[in-house]
């Protein structure tokens, strides 16, 4: 038998247990940011295979979904963070050891590209307005 | 340069004298804490033996914190300290999440804070306030680099433990058993 009692200094429910320590916005940025990544992977799959014509939806279409839920998802892992003003030291530099540096550069270089392919290919969701 | 601390579980009566001195010392909001007392029972009775530790950040050689933070505000400093600046800090959690000692807290002013081993302290020469404090003298801090410092002299003479040795972090927070 082993019993471990913490006698004092943590009795804090902030502390101990740890199991609090991301909320429910990371589960909601991975969900939407691996819809947005699945999107993308899809529609570049069936591009590169030149099946363009036959998944019109899948290349054309669900690739303007990425971009927003994109935005979503930054928005929740902004809320997430508890020194919210100082996210921008991310972006001060890169460290490879570090997961969430990863994805941080990550997101910083396809939320953009995403929003500059839907520019580009926005005739294709409103054929019918006048593009001039 | 290497600093270390080592806690004497023969000696600690567990009366959070260090717990206190910390969270004055270093202002540590009120409900938090940078370190901690923790009593082991182990056995079946009447064959029971009972181990007082007094626990904090572990300083780790191979600290998983420190891989981790995305910014670097999480980092070595001077003797090997694991210290974290407060302004680089963006709160992730990434740190508290892969400490396998649990050493860290999120401050209410945003920053993830822990032991710095008085590192104020230690560059004006004083001891960290936990160590100065112990009123059983059971808490050795020193430069394990220098083999006549009473932590390097202590472990030599004495059995010693780490905690969760398995998790490859190189802790440098000795227990004396």
Redesign the interface.
């Given at each position: 038998?082993?019993?471990?009692?913490?006698?004092?200094?943590?009795m804090?429910q902030?502390?101990?247990p740890?199991l609090n320590?991301?909320h429910w916005q990371i589960p909601l940025y991975l969900f939407l940011g691996g819809m947005a990544a699945g999107i993308l992977c899809i529609a570049a799959l069936y591009y590169i295979r030149g099946r363009e014509k036959d998944y019109r939806i899948a290349v054309r279409i669900t690739p303007f979904l990425a971009s927003f839920l994109l935005v979503l998802g930054l928005i929740t892992l902004f809320i997430?963070?508890?020194?919210?003003l100082?996210?921008w030291?991310?972006y001060?530099?890169i460290?490879l050891?570090?997961?969430?540096?990863w994805?941080?550069w990550t997101l910083m270089v396809i939320t953009p590209v995403s929003f500059i392919w839907c520019a580009l290919h926005i005739r294709d969701l409103f054929p019918r307005w006048d593009w001039k | 340069m290497r600093y270390a601390m080592a806690v004497d579980t023969r000696k600690c009566v567990g009366c959070s004298d260090c717990v206190v001195a910390c969270q004055t010392e270093n202002d540590v909001p009120h409900g938090f804490c940078r370190e901690w007392v923790v009593e082991v029972m182990n056995g079946t009775y009447p064959q029971l033996e009972i181990e007082i530790r007094s626990e904090r950040c572990n300083h780790c050689i191979n600290a998983p914190c420190v891989r981790c933070c995305p910014t670097g505000a999480s980092h070595f400093a001077e003797g090997g300290i694991v210290l974290l600046e407060h302004n680089k800090c963006i709160g992730c959690g990434a740190c508290m999440a892969s400490c396998p000692y649990d050493a860290r807290y999120p401050h209410p002013s945003g920053y993830v804070d822990k032991c710095t081993f008085c590192i104020h302290s230690i560059k004006s020469g004083l001891a960290p306030a936990c160590a100065a404090v112990c009123p059983t003298k059971c808490i050795y801090f020193g430069d394990l680099d220098d083999p006549n410092s009473n932590v390097s002299v202590v472990l030599k003479k004495r059995k010693s433990k780490t905690l969760i040795p398995e998790a490859g972090t190189k802790p440098q927070l000795y227990f004396l058993i």
């Open positions: 038998m082993e019993e471990e009692i913490i006698v004092s200094g943590r804090n902030l502390i101990d740890q320590i991301w997430d963070l508890r020194h919210k100082f996210f030291q991310l001060t530099n460290r050891q570090s997961p969430m540096s994805g941080a | -």
